[in-house]
């Protein structure tokens, strides 16, 4: 499920951002997520597995 937020970001770095993301043919948003993703992926994996302990 997707939620809608807003945050802050100096515009050159939105801009460099958008420009990114065209080249590798994304939406900003999916680009966006993309890079969250990669950057929390150590996290994502640990809860997982504390997850899988604590059935």
């Given at each position: 499920?997707s939620?809608?937020t807003?945050f ?12 990114k ?5 994304r ?6 997520i ?8 150590d996290?994502m994996?640990?809860a ?8």
């Open positions: 499920m939620k809608y807003a802050r970001c100096p515009e050159d770095l939105l801009e460099l951002a958008k420009i993301a065209k080249k590798d043919r939406s900003l948003s999916n680009y966006i993309t890079l969250i993703e990669k950057d929390v992926q996290e994996v640990a997982d597995e504390a997850k899988g302990k604590r059935k």
